[in-house]
């Protein structure tokens, strides 16, 4: 349930927009590595807008523009989309996947402990991650925050372990969402202001050197912010990379909620009716709509 304050506990992460420069690649990229399909299409203006996901699930959408200049590693945007499977053999299967296809970059693997992933970079420079979690019931706190960390973890050893080749067979029906999404910003007090204060969601790691993590509802993290490769940014420029940060949540009384913690701090928010969309501190756009919006709506707006 949501307060006046905080997001419902409910709330989770939709297709992450991305600004690619050459969308056949790209789509086909996340085809193979990630046994993604195409869902939807249609043209706006000179851009096209391709949806992809599993089933009917939304997992990210790009936006062919081409005329932009690629994605700088030092802007503020886009650390990585995180992936979530449910079970260690869909993880496994999708992680053996994307490391055969040959534009791929393997940049490692880490055992945080509430959760265990592997990170890959795409065709354009924007970062993967493709994770399970650890039963929550497991998750512990330490001084008040959720204990996280970063762990070896021997991709070949969970590969071994974890890898069917029933699942490999059924990549594409695999379920799949976004679990969260990592963002780099200029600097982690803005962040925080904007992404705690204002969107909603509450500290669940501030101690993390350069980081922080915020989730609803005791999720070890729907966002990450960190300043690794970015601190001081300013405001983004045009460029390909990340497009739109998609939130859900359950009811449009939440949608009101949120419009008026944003009233209160002078921030600008348009109200499509089914979402509400901003802007965060470094132009990012973000997104906050009512789980179960469509395909439609989401390649309309």
Avoid at 18 to 43: C, F, H, K, Q
Avoid at 108 to 122: L, R, W
Avoid at 162 to 185: D, I, K, M, Y
């Amino acid at each position: 349930m949501t307060t006046d304050h905080t997001l419902d506990a409910a709330t989770g992460m939709d297709a992450v927009t991305l600004r690619v420069g050459d969308l056949e690649n790209m789509s086909g990229y996340y085809s193979a590595a990630l046994g993604l399909a195409p869902i939807e299409e249609r043209t706006r203006g000179g851009e096209v807008h391709r949806v992809l996901g599993r089933g009917e699930i939304p997992l990210v959408r790009l936006v062919h523009t081409p005329d932009l200049p690629p994605v700088n590693p030092r802007d503020a945007g886009l650390f990585h989309t995180a992936f979530l499977f449910d079970t260690a053999a869909d993880l496994a299967a999708t992680v053996y996947t994307a490391a055969q296809d040959s534009r791929t970059r393997f940049t490692g693997s880490a055992d945080h402990v509430v959760s265990e992933a592997f990170y890959f970079t795409d065709p354009e420079g924007n970062g993967i991650e493709l994770y399970t979690d650890r039963p929550r019931e497991t998750w512990q706190k330490v001084n008040g925050q959720l204990h996280m960390d970063t762990l070896p973890l021997d991709p070949n050893t969970y590969l071994r372990t974890h890898l069917t080749e029933q699942h490999l067979n059924n990549l594409a029906s695999t379920p799949g969402r976004v679990g969260h999404v990592h963002l780099q910003v200029g600097d982690i007090p803005r962040a925080q202001d904007y992404y705690v204060n204002v969107l909603g969601f509450e500290a669940t790691l501030s101690g993390y050197p350069g980081a922080l993590f915020a989730s609803a509802g005791g999720y070890h993290h729907h966002v990450g912010m960190n300043t690794w490769q970015s601190r001081g940014a300013g405001p983004r420029a045009a460029r390909l990379g990340l497009g739109d940060l998609a939130i859900t949540v359950p009811t449009r009384d939440d949608l009101d909620a949120l419009i008026a913690r944003m009233h209160t701090r002078g921030i600008q928010a348009q109200d499509l009716g089914w979402a509400v969309r901003s802007r965060d501190p470094w132009g990012t756009e973000v997104t906050v709509a009512v789980a179960g919006s469509t395909t439609e709506q989401l390649l309309g707006a």
